[in-house]
């Protein structure tokens, strides 16, 4: 019988199914780094910050001197968006993934239930047209402000990309334009939940040494297995699991 391993972090604990034409196995690990296979310990918190400030600090020195307001209105835009995608990044994987969550926070919730239920996001058609027209409507109006309103303009920017960005890996065409990118999420929803914490860029988990270890690839039986609509465990609209 040719099996498949494929299997979801819920919290600390690992739902492993392997698969077959006609069998599914869930079983129920408790020690994730069984499979999270790390050659070394990624960078802390403070490390990381310390990198990403060192990173942004060019930028701003940049954006308060130079004399051309465009360019320095489009470094303050750049500046605000890397930083967003630097939160994106700690926020899921020092908050979301922390080793000890605080599992009655709602935020926290609502991710284990994605990674239960993949295909379930609740951020919908209308919550991204909504953030994309408020976005261009700031975006417009930032060039007449103030540097920090500029900069988070393009932290807004960069939280309304990721959205997108976030339902697009979530989808079997989005390997045509963001290969690397979804191989990364795939990981990150599949044998390595402790790695690739990145949405709109692999660059932090590329820096803080939180990619997936290689040699590694994404099987088509895994592929074929998240891509469907449903899921062992699935969670219904109320957010609940089905009895």
Known sequence: MDLDALNF???KNLVLHLISDNL???ITMKNTSLLSEKKHQPLGLLPCLLVFMTLTLPLWIA???LSDTFASWLIWII????SWTFTEYSVHRFYMHHP??????????????HHRNPSHIKITLWHRLGMLISGLILLYFSFFLPPIIVIFTGFFIGFIGYTLMHWMLHQSWASRLFPR???SHLHHHGRYPD?????S????????????????SISPKFREFYFKKTYPGKVNKSGKEPS
């Open 100 to 113: 000890q969550p605080n599992t009655e926070k709602k935020l926290y919730q609502s991710h284990m239930n």
């Open 24 to 26: 599914t196995i869930k």
């Open 63 to 65: 954006g308060s001197l």
């Open 181 to 183: 990118l979804q191989e």
């Open 79 to 82: 500046s605000g968006w890397l």
């Open 9 to 11: 972090s819920i919290g």
């Open 201 to 216: 860029l692999i660059l932090w988990d590329h820096l803080f040494g939180t990619l997936a270890p290689k040699p590694t």
């Open 195 to 199: 790695n690739c914490f990145g949405f």
